[in-house]
């Protein structure tokens, strides 16, 4: 049925936001069709919200995220899986209709999110990249001076600002290499640090160069480089994240 426009009082046809004739807005359109919407399925919606296992015996498997959902070994976790690198409550995701938010709970070995583009990397970062995990250190030569009121004895100063340490198992610190000029490559067969062994990491991973903002992260791969989550941070549709050994997608 047409409505009259109230301007100039031509009929408007079903729909129509505008009157073809004069322009005036027809009032009342929008929230008539907004009322009469139905959507193909609850997940075009917000109560769609879901995040997909991607790794593990799980792998394929999907969890509504909507509004909120907890993930980690304990049984209490809405998300309960069995892996040994998950705290019993690791991550928290909460989803509205604008955005889905992700939080570490404290976890012994925290949130690792994909990086997209270039990431600008804080000191003591902590980065993943097939299976090894390296720690970003950012110093000055006025550090010591600043910690210890006095300044440490040491080699010519080559203008290195950040090195990146391999992580081991425990804790412990392996190798380490101090920045050079193009600054660092990781990568399994080209770069400072190699590891041939390493399926999961491509030829030439990523790599950290200095700029005048700082240390910035550029990923090559095919399967992503990860860093650590330090605060809430917002995800978007597809975005990749590790809790634990256990890769998830945001869908």
Avoid at 221 to 243: C, I, K, M, W, Y
Wanted: with cysteine; proline share 4%; hydrophobic share 35%.
């Amino acid at each position: 049925m047409s409505q009259i426009c109230s301007h100039c009082g031509m009929p408007v046809k079903p729909g129509f936001k505008f009157c073809n004739v004069c322009g005036t807005q027809i009032s009342g359109i929008e929230d008539a069709l907004e009322e009469t919407v139905t959507l193909y399925s609850p997940l075009l919606g917000p109560q769609g919200r879901a995040i997909r296992v991607m790794t593990g015996e799980e792998a394929g498997e999907f969890y509504r995220a909507y509004p909120e959902c907890t993930i980690g070994s304990s049984e209490n976790a809405d998300i309960c899986l069995e892996d040994s690198m998950l705290s019993p409550m690791h991550a928290r995701m909460t989803t509205n209709r604008d955005m889905i938010m992700l939080e570490d709970m404290g976890a012994l070995n925290g949130i690792f999110v994909r990086a997209k583009d270039k990431v600008l990397l804080k000191d003591n970062d902590i980065i993943r990249a097939g299976d090894h995990y390296f720690l970003y250190e950012f110093f000055t030569p006025e550090q010591f001076a600043e910690d210890f009121g006095t300044e440490f004895y040491s080699s010519p100063n080559h203008g290195e600002n950040f090195r990146l340490i391999e992580i081991l198992r425990g804790g412990r610190r392996g190798r380490a290499c101090m920045a050079p000029e193009n600054g660092i490559v990781v990568g399994k067969s080209e770069g400072d640090f190699l590891f041939p062994e390493d399926n999961k990491m491509s030829d030439r991973h990523f790599t950290i160069r200095w700029t005048q903002r700082g240390g910035i992260l550029i990923d090559h791969s095919q399967n992503g480089t990860f860093v650590q989550l330090h605060e809430e941070t917002r995800l978007e549709e597809g975005d990749l994240f590790f809790a634990g050994q256990t890769l998830f997608r945001v869908i």
